[in-house]
């Protein structure tokens, strides 16, 4: 575009200067010039006849002045929008100035032109004159191409892949390409996409100035392939046999091939290996009964081929396991409670899971919960299945568990356990039947089968009404103070002695184990006495014998009154916490024989010849541990040498446990005082003891008598097994702390019918007239039994007045 000055500069050139007083002279440089250089333009004036010259320089499109270039005295007036540079000289003399300017492109060098037009005072004016064009100088300099980046290297075929270059230029970059794609400038950074080609390709880039020089670089390069959606085809499977046995190898041969190639073949998810050519084979294992064998052939790209063409059968040669209900004769009583155990036993194999269902006659028992379930699985990781009970059909479902952690077990064991009650109008037989039975066994491989021919032995209930037959009733030889007293009974029962200086039997010593040999031995007995006794056992079901009576004489005491010595007492720790067990060991002699060591009350054992040895339960405090040792003259020697501190524990302190009466009945009704003190260095928070074993609440409440000591009364349910129970004392403190492990022992016994004291299922016989009438003068202890009329009095002249009209047949008890 030409501005109205630089036409008005040429007019005046054409018309010639309004005067001649004086001129003004223009001087470029005389070397060539290359884009964007800086370059200085002088100016010189002379015969001017005022001082003051104003010139106005037009500079060419592309080029502009260099600010504070002027080195005339006055700031010269540059208008970028028309690029016209104002300088005012002075002076009438020959003066000369210069400013600078940046050159344009070469192509604006080429076609630049400088004008400019002078005016003086008043009328002096007219075009500078000199030098108006300039010569460019040849751009030789290639381009340098910085780097080249591909977001991608290995991309499928027909993908865009984004270039990324950085070039520069002595004069300019004008133009990158990429495999003759133009990129986008943003600086010296150049931009854009190429499609990628399959196959392995160098990207090829170019930068070009505008002197059409031009840089190559070919350092990168990428990978293009063309997916492959071709599967491979399987030509044939062979297996080496049809007809095998469970747990044996068979051996599959795969035909596979594909238009790449095959990578990986397997049959029933084992790899098979390459055998040359297109032929892969392996071995699996074969499982149990019919089964397809599948086959898959895969290549890189995951395309998968599958055949399941081929198939053999696998039979079973093992033993066996088995499922069974123990004992397969369980001997109940009307009423009564028990428990059958369903067990499975492997019969050496390893076996995975066991699952069945049990079937039962209604009307005769009544399911009331199952324990134990998935017992023989116990240390592994198992499912259990949820158990669904029916007393209504008869019934209980889904009884089963099984191992999910990979493993195995190959021992018999319990896969639960069946409570049951024996309805009270019940009689005869029942049977109990597993049905739908599955026991999961793994082969060698860890394949989990179902065996076909699985064992199930059923059980059958019979209503017990027959006592236990006792026989080789006999005595051990006697010391001056103990006897063992031993028995047989032909069916598991119990053990009572019942014996006394005279056939009324003062005293009884009882054991609940439910056993088939029988021994119990009698101790603080009198030397030189004959003593009279019956052996009575009592069945699970209540059904009872007792034996003719016998009698032993203890072995007379001799004239020995020298004492035992005491030559040492050890304890294992003197530093404890209270409640902790300490280890007393003791060295004791006697001229016949040390019969009995003590300490703090608990009789220690014999050990070796003259060591016994045995624990006591520590108490707070620095205290002394008091030993006698005896002989069976009854000679006694005390020891009060040794001693322990006992500090406070970090939770409560229980000590004490005991039980009053410690035995009663599963009757529901007889009670047992349960004791125990606590005590601590912060309050007491709650003191609870579990009587869920005896059929009561998991936390009972014991409540404090004062003293420390905390106390419940407690029964028996209808139905707890007879046995010695430790039932289990949680004490804690309001600090948090708390102490389990303290527990008091209470045996129950057998229920037995309201007046049969002597427990022969006889109620009101002999025996227990005579019991009654001892009990009420005080020979022998009275207990709840005694309490005939429910007033609380044991064996008061009411009861006893019962007993004797039960005896008569008067009433019915």
Same mark, same amino acid.
């Given at each position: ?46 015969? #001017? ?46 003066? !000369? ?9 070469? %192509? ?8 400019? @037009? ?5 009328? +002096? ?28 290297? %290995? ?15 002595? &004069? ?75 747990? =044996? ?8 091939? +594909? ?11 084992? %790899? ?17 009964? %019919? ?68 079937? #039962? ?21 198992? #499912?259990?299945?949820?158990?669904? @009970?029916?007393?209504?059909?008869? &019934?209980? !479902? ?16 319990? *896969? ?15 049977? *109990? ?19 076909? +021919? ?15 037959? @006792? ?16 028995? =047989? ?7 009572? &002695? ?37 052996? /009575? ?42 409640? =902790? ?40 405090? $620095? ?40 035995? $009663? ?114 020979? $022998? ?5 005694? =309490? ?5 009095? /044991? ?19």
């Amino acid at each position: 575009m030409v501005s109205a000055l630089l036409v008005l500069v040429i007019a005046l050139a054409t018309a010639g200067t309004a005067s001649a007083a004086g001129s003004l002279v223009r001087d470029l440089p005389g070397i060539p010039v290359s884009p964007g250089e800086e370059i200085t333009v002088g100016l010189t004036q002379n015969g #001017f006849m005022f001082d003051v010259v104003v010139v106005t320089e037009v500079l060419p499109d592309g080029f502009g002045y260099v600010d504070g270039s002027y080195t005339g005295s006055t700031t010269p007036d540059y208008d970028p929008s028309t690029n016209t540079l104002i300088v005012a000289l002075g002076g009438s003399g020959e003066l !000369s100035v210069t400013y600078d300017v940046t050159a344009g492109s070469a %192509e604006q060098i080429e076609s630049a032109v400088f004008a400019g @037009i002078y005016k003086g005072f008043p009328l +002096d004016y007219g075009i500078v004159t000199g030098d108006s064009t300039l010569v460019l100088e040849e751009d030789t300099v290639l381009p340098t191409i910085i780097s080249v980046e591909l977001n991608e290297t %290995e991309v499928t075929t027909g993908d865009p892949i984004l270039v990324t270059v950085n070039a520069t230029d002595n &004069v300019g970059v004008v133009g990158v390409t990429a495999e003759g794609e133009s990129l986008d400038q943003d600086g010296d950074i150049w931009a854009g996409v190429i499609i990628a080609e399959e196959g392995t390709h160098t990207v090829h880039v170019c930068a070009m100035d505008a002197a059409d020089n031009a840089a190559w670089d070919n350092s990168t390069s990428y990978i293009a392939t063309t997916p492959d959606e071709v599967s491979p085809v399987i030509h044939s499977v062979e297996l080496n046999e049809t007809e095998a046995t469970a747990g =044996d190898m068979i051996l599959v041969t795969a035909n596979a091939t +594909d238009n790449v190639g095959v990578t990986g073949v397997n049959a029933e998810g084992v %790899e098979l290996t390459p055998q040359g050519g297109n032929i892969w084979d392996g071995c699996i294992m074969a499982g149990l009964g %019919e089964n397809i064998v599948h086959v898959c052939a895969r290549d890189a790209a995951d395309n998968a081929a599958w055949d399941n063409s081929t198939s053999y059968n696998g039979t079973w040669d093992r033993p066996n396991p088995s499922i069974s209900i123990t004992p397969d004769l369980k001997y109940v009583s009307a009423g009564g409670t028990a428990a059958i155990n369903i067990t499975v036993d492997p019969n050496t194999n390893a076996i995975q899971g066991a699952q069945t269902d049990l079937v #039962f006659d209604p009307n005769f028992i009544t399911v009331d919960g199952l324990s134990n379930v998935g017992e023989i699985f116990e240390g592994h990781t198992t #499912f259990e299945t949820v158990y669904l @009970i029916d007393n209504v059909n008869g &019934v209980v !479902s889904n009884i089963g568990s099984a191992i999910i952690d990979g493993t195995n077990v190959t021992s018999a064991g319990v *896969l639960a356990t069946v409570t049951i009650t024996v309805n009270g109008s019940a009689t005869g037989d029942s049977t *109990l039947e597993l049905v739908n039975t599955e026991v999961t066994a793994a082969l060698d491989g860890g394949i989990p089968v179902r065996p076909p +021919d699985l064992v199930v032995n059923n059980g059958t209930l019979i209503m017990d009404t027959t006592s236990p037959v @006792i026989t080789n009733v006999a005595n051990g030889t006697p010391t001056a103070d103990s006897v063992t007293i031993t028995w =047989d009974t032909d069916e598991e029962s119990d053990s009572l &002695v019942k014996y006394g200086e005279s056939s009324t039997y003062t005293d009884t010593e009882y054991d609940a184990e439910m056993v088939t040999s029988h021994s119990i031995t009698l101790t603080a007995l009198n030397p030189g006495t004959i003593y009279y006794f019956v052996v /009575n056992s009592t069945d699970a079901c209540g059904n009872s014998d007792e034996s003719d009576e016998h009698s032993f004489m203890t072995a007379e005491v001799s004239g020995d009154t020298e004492s035992p010595v005491i030559n040492s007492v050890e304890l294992n720790e003197t530093e404890v916490t209270a409640g =902790d067990p300490i280890l007393v060991t003791v060295n004791a002699t006697d001229d016949i024989g040390v019969v009995g060591v003590t300490a703090e009350d608990e009789e220690l054992t014999q050990i070796a010849d003259d060591i016994w040895a045995g624990t006591i339960i520590t108490e707070l405090g $620095i205290n002394f541990v008091n030993v006698s040792a005896r002989d069976a003259a009854g000679n006694v020697t005390w020891d009060n040498s040794t001693s322990y501190n006992a500090t406070m524990p970090e939770g409560p302190l229980v000590t004490n446990p005991e039980a009053n009466p410690t035995s $009663i009945a599963a009757d529901g009704v007889q009670e047992s005082r349960l004791n125990v003190t606590v005590v601590a260095e912060s309050d007491i928070d709650s003191v609870v003891i579990n009587l869920s074993e005896i059929g009561g609440p998991e936390a009972q409440v014991m409540e404090c008598l004062g003293d420390d000591v905390y106390s419940a009364v407690v029964t028996a349910a209808v139905g707890t097994t007879p046995e010695t129970y430790c039932l289990p004392v949680n004490a804690s403190d309001v600090d948090g702390n708390y102490n389990d492990g303290v527990c008091i022992e209470l045996t129950i016994e057998a229920a037995y019918a309201k007046g049969d004291l002597d427990h022969n299922g006889q109620v009101a016989d002999a025996v227990d007239v005579a019991m009654m009438l001892q009990a009420s003068v005080g020979d $022998i202890t009275a207990t709840s039994e005694y =309490d005939l009329d429910g007033n609380d009095q /044991n064996a008061d002249a009411v009861d006893v007045a019962m007993m004797l009209q039960a005896s008569v047949g008067d009433i019915t008890l």
